[in-house]
């Protein structure tokens, strides 16, 4: 990393990979005409969007042909919420007058709010309706057994992400999704879901093992530029897709508009390095992450570790939280009372949050209420005020954590006004 700052937020954006760079670069000079030209050019660049398009399939272990491009996570998301809700309508059109029941989605309440604010519009709108199923206190995860007491014969989409930005909690996607499927001849149509974000780059996404019908691809979180894609088990065949815009043939129909010929090549530069190296890549970032939760065990001294929160029990746990994940809050009664933007308003060199960046409440580092992920999650609202989501990433070093540790020490002992 460089000296002047140390980067603990790869969870809100990762810095774009050199070779992706290099990519993206000799994209915009070599690929710059229309993929939809039939000119030399023009097939040229078609023939890297295609090239692309198969390394992202491979990424996730999927066909080349499910591959939509997208602007980016949020798009994807709503997408899939439009493409059930339309599917259940085109299903069950109303007759002589009766209306049908509403479309019922189910998700959990940690989902980002890409997922979770189109499902409540169509809520507010009277269009659907929703069941957002809770973090089970024991496991400190999504039970299976919840999502299928939930599910209806009106359900038309579950959708459930493989992995938390905040807390870095890994879901059970896999099992919840056999198990609904294995429950579709009670409940009718239901097509599954999860957005793998936050996991793509950071453990194995297989969508043949997780049993999903669509599975969301965000660039800027493994080291690729700000598009994304959008998995989708034989679009407009087996799985619904219907478009979101029109006015062109391009992505086969499904997302008009002139395909971003340097940001596609990006995306599967990135992906491509992922093929590569993802044992690599975890190892590196769970022995960072192991480092970073001792050496913050060992700056704020075991003896007073009760100011020392994780706010995820399983934070150890490469199998139930992500390799690369530390959410952690400051918190002592007899301190000065402060919050998270205290914290980071103290930190000079150290680059981290107080939630997630999508969604973030912070003006100049100002939180005035607690994340609801984590509220929603377990976690007290006292050490939700104060918490800081640290997350390594494949360029941080051991020397890093050293600073990041001693950069935190020193900014809650001035936001508490002692020294701990």
Not at 24 to 38: Q, R, W
Not at 43 to 65: G, P, T, Y
Not at 252 to 267: A, D, Q
Not at 348 to 372: E, N, Y
Request: charged content about 20%; aromatic content about 8%.
């Amino acid at each position: 990393m460089a000296t002047d700052f140390v980067y603990l937020d790869n969870n809100a954006t990762t810095p774009l990979a050199p070779e992706v760079c290099h990519a993206i670069n000799a994209a915009c000079v070599s690929a710059f005409a229309n993929p939809s030209s039939s000119s030399i050019l023009g097939k040229a660049a078609k023939r890297l969007i295609i090239q692309s398009r198969a390394e992202i399939a491979q990424m996730i272990n999927a066909d080349a042909f499910d591959i939509v491009f997208t602007s980016g996570g949020t798009e994807a998301n709503n997408w899939v919420v439009y493409a059930a809700v339309r599917y259940y309508y085109s299903k069950f059109p109303e007759a002589d007058g009766l209306k049908i029941p509403l479309p019922h989605i189910v998700t959990s309440v940690v989902e980002h709010d890409a997922m979770i604010e189109p499902i409540n519009k169509l809520v507010e709108e009277g269009k659907v309706k929703a069941s957002f199923v809770p973090i089970d206190p024991i496991s400190n995860s999504i039970a299976v057994e919840s999502v299928l007491n939930v599910l209806r014969k009106e359900t038309v989409l579950v959708s459930i992400m493989l992995s938390n930005n905040e807390t870095g909690t890994i879901f059970p996607v896999a099992q919840i999704m056999n198990a609904v499927k294995s429950n579709l001849k009670e409940h009718g149509i239901v097509l599954c879901h999860t957005d793998a974000a936050q996991s793509i780059g950071k453990m194995k996404v297989d969508v043949r093992e997780l049993n999903v019908d669509y599975l969301t691809v965000v660039g800027h979180k493994f080291y690729g530029p700000r598009i994304g894609a959008l998995y989708v088990n034989k679009p407009g065949e087996k799985t619904p897709l219907p478009p979101l815009f029109f006015g062109g043939n391009q992505e086969r129909g499904f997302r008009s508009g002139t395909e971003n010929t340097p940001m596609i090549v990006g995306l599967g530069a990135a992906a491509r390095l992922v093929n590569e190296n993802l044992t690599q890549y975890v190892s590196h970032m769970y022995h960072m992450k192991s480092l970073l939760i001792n050496k913050l065990k060992e700056v704020f001294g075991s003896e007073k570790s009760s100011c020392l929160h994780f706010n995820n029990p399983n934070v150890a746990d490469r199998n139930q939280c992500l390799i690369n994940t530390v959410n952690v809050s400051f918190y002592d009664p007899e301190w000065n009372d402060f919050t998270a933007s205290a914290i980071l308003n103290n930190m000079t060199k150290l680059i981290a949050s107080a939630g997630a960046a999508c969604h973030s409440q912070l003006d100049s580092f100002s939180v005035t209420k607690p994340s609801r992920v984590l509220i929603d999650s377990g976690v007290p609202e006292h050490l939700a005020l104060r918490s800081i989501r640290l997350s390594v990433g494949r360029q941080t070093t051991a020397e890093d954590i050293e600073e990041a540790a001693m950069q935190l020490y020193t900014a809650v002992c001035a936001a508490a006004h002692t020294k701990i």
